[in-house]
């Protein structure tokens, strides 16, 4: 079974602050996707990344694919509260696997 | 892009019953799945809802209990049959134009069984 590990499960931090997520497995995937969720909601595709060792930003998002494609982080700089949300690795093997998941609460 | 509309958005039965929530995608595109999730938690994978065919479930996860349908490439039903408390959580209709492509999710259907 291909199990992704996802970490911090929770994160509460206030705004303004730096946090990363890290997504890690022992199996190779051929590519990673990250997902953010809001209550209510289904999961919305933040990026993709493909190539070991890719990085990838989205203005305040920094994603990277590990070397050996199979872990992957999610850093965000200076968060804001409409961050807040539920953050999900997702890793595709013919189908997609998901992360655990990160619920980040930022705090004003 | 692929806009999904899933229903019912909620529903709340009674135990023993059945429920079949409907997945409508705007476009046509290869690959649909079904995932079920707890509030605040992951996806878990159900099936994939193969065209014509009967869908591909996973571990711990019956036809039986899931019987699915994909009529054609834009419509897709999931059944919870026979349902107990422990069938409450929100499922989730997703759809992808391809292998290793962006996935598209519907608001997901919140079970609640009594």
């Known amino acids: 079974t291909q199990l992704l590990e996802q970490s911090p499960q929770f994160l509460s931090i206030q705004e303004g602050e730096n946090l990363t997520v890290y997504c890690n497995s022992s199996s190779v995937f051929s590519s990673l996707q990250w997902y953010r969720q809001e209550p209510g909601e289904g999961p919305v595709l933040l990026v993709t990344?493909?190539?070991?060792?890719e990085v990838k930003k989205l203005k305040r998002l920094t994603f990277q694919f590990g070397d050996a494609r199979k872990d992957s982080s999610l850093h965000i700089t200076a968060a804001q509260p409409g961050d807040t949300g539920l953050y999900l690795c997702a890793g595709y093997t013919g189908k997609l696997i998901f992360g655990q998941g990160t619920t980040l609460q930022v705090k004003p | 892009s692929a806009v999904i509309s899933q229903k019912p958005s909620r529903d709340i039965c009674q135990r023993g019953t059945s429920l079949t929530i409907q997945c409508q995608v705007d476009s046509q595109v290869t690959m649909m799945f079904w995932y079920r999730q707890q509030p605040g938690q992951s996806l878990t994978l159900i099936a994939t809802?193969?065209?014509?065919?009967?869908?591909?479930?996973e571990s711990g996860f019956v036809i039986d209990k899931f019987p699915i349908s994909r009529p054609n490439l834009t419509f897709s039903t999931l059944t919870v049959s026979n349902m107990s408390p422990e069938d409450s959580s929100i499922y989730l209709c997703?759809?992808?134009?391809?292998?290793?492509?962006?996935?598209?999710f519907g608001q997901g259907t919140r079970l609640t069984v009594v």
């Open positions: 990344v493909v190539t070991g060792g």
């Open positions: 997703s759809a992808s134009a391809g292998s290793a492509t962006e996935a598209f």
């Open positions: 809802a193969n065209q014509g065919s009967e869908a591909t479930y």
